[in-house]
């Protein structure tokens, strides 16, 4: 049996933390998720990263950020994470808070165009870490 690091254990209380207090912004999303019927898990711990929303069932395999405003800061990372999430063969879209919280009907246009068309991903174990 494996011991989980500390490293681990963090990962896993911080989505737990961030599960407990969405934002504004994400308490916005999953209204329009919700009413585009989409199945998600909500901060899903994928690898070292944790993905705002998980898109299950019809569209496994995609990956809903929803961004504040730190994340001009971050773009670097944001542009590694997003890169590695791909190699790993998910797909990533974007949403600053601004365009969640002021146009939810731009946005909502914007998920059913990039979902149309979309295969499933063929059922794959993610890594995630143990515990």
């Known amino acids: 049996m494996k011991v989980p690091t500390k490293d681990k254990l963090r990962i896993t209380g911080y989505s737990y933390k961030l599960r407990r207090r969405p934002t504004k912004a994400e308490l916005a999303m999953k209204r329009i998720l919700n009413s585009l019927g989409i199945d ?10 944790i993905a705002d929303f998980y898109l299950t069932k019809r569209n496994r395999g995609v990956i809903v950020e929803v961004d504040g405003e730190y994340h001009k800061y971050r773009t670097d990372y944001d542009k590694r994470r997003d890169e590695l999430l791909r ?9 600053t808070n601004k365009e969640v919280l002021n146009f939810p009907e731009v946005v909502k246009e914007k998920l059913k165009s990039f979902l149309k068309g979309k295969q499933p991903r063929k059922r794959r174990r993610i890594r995630t870490t143990k515990l």
């Open 40 to 49: 998600y898990i909500f901060q899903k711990r994928i690898r070292w990263y």
């Open 87 to 95: 190699r790993e063969g998910f797909e990533v879209i974007r949403f």
